[in-house]
């Protein structure tokens, strides 16, 4: 058993979870796993603004999906700007504290990033905990393909301007998008070139409703502001 949590703990996995498209097919590839059970979502909320960091999405999304998909989440609430030594001691001080503090293990859905992966595998070494990456070193454009045929549903929710063209706000991520994404730019926006919001999937219960509302732009990046609900 890993140093620190019980041996019934090892088969538990916390995923962290930014409600996009590489969470949603880490926690498919999670679920297919007889040997794992995923018993909590993880997200960092930006305190001030009550929205998943970086992504950019309302916080209350997020609790819907994760209500959704019949998993409790636990929210983690950084201040902005926070230094890297005050995300690490909040996080310590998470997963010290029930219900991460009975979890092994946890998983996360970077790609092919090694300095990403690199510093969380240090930050859950330091609780005596593993990191695991289901989806690591896999094709991207297959992983888009493989989004599609299970049938998630994400929609682009921000953009680096730099990397791509306005028009990718608010689409659908799917082979289509993929096609029309400029040379050099990741299938899965995996370079930060975009981020998306996951509205229905196989593992959820029912769809998360929401319609696009006004577009923010913010330290060189642009938001698309999902509310809650139907729309008008």
Not at 19 to 32: P, R
Not at 40 to 56: C, K, M, N
Not at 106 to 122: I, N, P, S
Not at 168 to 190: F, I, K, M, N
């Amino acid at each position: 058993p890993t140093l620190g949590v019980s041996a019934a703990a090892d088969r538990r996995v916390a995923l962290s979870w930014s409600g996009g498209k590489d969470s949603a097919l880490a926690l498919d590839a999670l679920a297919a796993d007889a040997e794992l059970e995923v018993v909590a979502l993880l997200t960092t909320i930006d305190r001030a603004r009550d929205r998943v960091s970086i992504h950019g999405v309302r916080a209350q999304l997020v609790r819907a999906q994760a209500r959704a998909l019949g998993l409790p989440l636990v929210e983690i609430a950084l201040p902005d700007p926070c230094p890297n030594a005050v995300y690490e001691r909040i996080m310590a001080e998470a997963l010290a504290r029930p219900p991460l503090s009975g979890v092994a293990t946890f998983a996360f859905g970077d790609l092919f990033l090694a300095d990403v992966r690199a510093y969380r595998e240090d930050m859950v070494a330091r609780a005596a905990r593993r990191a695991l990456f289901p989806l690591w070193g896999q094709d991207t454009h297959a992983l888009v393909r493989r989004l599609v045929q299970r049938g998630w549903e994400a929609v682009v929710v921000c953009i680096d301007p730099q990397a791509v063209p306005g028009d990718t706000l608010g689409r659908r991520v799917d082979q289509a998008l993929v096609s029309s994404l400029p040379e050099g730019v990741d299938p899965c926006g995996e370079n930060g070139e975009f981020h998306s919001f996951v509205r229905a999937g196989p593992l959820m219960s029912h769809p998360v409703v929401a319609h696009p509302g006004r577009t923010v732009e913010r330290d060189g990046r642009i938001f698309l502001d999902l509310v809650p609900g139907p729309g008008p």
